[in-house]
């Protein structure tokens, strides 16, 4: 890190503002109105504006700014701003901005550990277990271990939303089996990537905004991103009408809000603990919006956008397993990748052996009140 990354910008303004204050401070009947100009926090996305994600981010800012009593401001900016949406990271670190909202798969190219954080194999948890993991299990010591120590960067970063499971994505025509899959062109990102490709298709990692215009051009001429209103967004109806929810292949993801540590310890205590905290209470109000918008969307691009909207078959599901289990020995060459793993692993064999014991079948209760509505 250099002399000139450690003079950040935090604290070139705090220490102009001290500075000036006792310059004039005779001049000034009443200098504490400049201390309540709000710390104003460049908070990049890695989506566009019209995305339902850039409203989660948005609804993050609010909660620090009431939370504050306005000594924060965050200052929210769609992907491309300052960066592209897979840049962020760097951009957090180099300290062109201050926070971002990204997921880790965003930045598995620079180290395939990312991915882990989300969107690794799939044991038996949902994004709720794993979220758990992150905060209760060991999971934030790791990815402090490889985002600081093995990486070396200046960043902080927490998770927030359990994220719905991911569907399989959006295909021309019908896909039952694992034949069909043979030779698609697929857009997915991280680890889901490897996955995929053992299925027999070649892969694409691209951000959500190329998705449509890269089906429109041939492309690709498959793809998954995320949830039914970001798809149905960015128009993912206009190019295919098969629609396969049900996946392993990203299952337990959530979101990141990225820190620049420098940035972050330059802060009051108590405004360090309004930007953690909050990243908590945005998390449950993500979850009641999605669930709200998701569900929605679903039926207007089944009723009105003319969308087949099926799960995905066994047969597909469990190749997704047994693909997994062929990955993950590759991964486990790496000890980090290792370690987390069995971390992971030790969590979800305990965590999940109760989620599920203690689980009714909901599934059977919305059929008897709902019959027939969910067919394969």
Do not use: C
């Amino acid at each position: 890190m250099t002399d000139t990354k450690k003079f950040n910008r935090r604290s070139f303004l705090t220490k102009s503002a001290l500075a000036g204050g006792a310059a004039t401070g005779s001049m000034l009947a009443a200098p504490a109105v400049l201390a309540q100009a709000p710390i104003v926090i460049k908070m990049q996305t890695s989506w566009n504006d019209a995305n339902i994600w850039q409203d989660f981010a948005r609804d993050y800012a609010t909660r620090v700014e009431e939370m504050s009593g306005g000594r924060l401001k965050v200052d929210v900016l769609p992907a491309g701003a300052v960066v592209a949406a897979f840049q962020v990271l760097d951009a957090v670190n180099d300290g062109l901005i201050d926070a971002a909202h990204s997921v880790p798969v965003y930045w598995y190219g620079k180290n395939k550990a990312a991915s882990l954080f989300g969107t690794g194999p799939v044991f038996g948890g949902s994004a709720t277990t794993m979220l758990s993991w992150f905060y209760q299990g060991g999971g934030q010591e790791l990815y402090n271990e490889l985002t600081q120590d093995i990486m070396g960067l200046d960043v902080v970063g927490y998770m927030g939303f359990p994220m719905f499971a991911q569907p399989f994505g959006w295909f021309k025509n019908e896909v039952n089996t694992v034949d069909d899959l043979q030779g698609f062109k697929y857009r997915t990102v991280g680890l889901a990537a490897d996955l995929m490709a053992k299925l027999g298709m070649s892969v694409a990692q691209l951000p959500g905004g190329e998705i449509v215009p890269a089906m429109e051009r041939g492309v690709i001429d498959a793809f998954e991103f995320n949830n039914p209103s970001s798809d149905k967004d960015f128009g993912a109806q206009d190019v295919a009408k098969n629609y396969y929810l049900s996946s392993y292949h990203q299952a337990s993801e959530s979101f990141e809000f990225l820190f620049s540590k420098m940035f972050l310890e330059d802060l009051d205590p108590d405004l360090q603990a309004i930007l953690k905290y909050a990243v908590e209470a945005v998390s449950t109000a993500n979850t009641a919006k999605a669930m709200d918008r998701y569900s929605a969307d679903l039926q207007f691009l089944q009723n009105e956008a003319g969308v087949n909207v099926r799960r995905t078959s066994k047969e597909i599901l469990d190749a997704q397993l047994k693909a997994w289990d062929e990955l993950i020995p590759e991964l486990e060459s790496d000890p980090f990748m290792k370690k987390t793993l069995d971390s992971q692993r030790e969590w979800v064999d305990r965590v999940a052996y109760y989620e599920l014991m203690n689980s009714p079948d909901y599934g059977l209760a919305y059929e008897h009140y709902f019959p027939g509505k969910i067919k394969m």
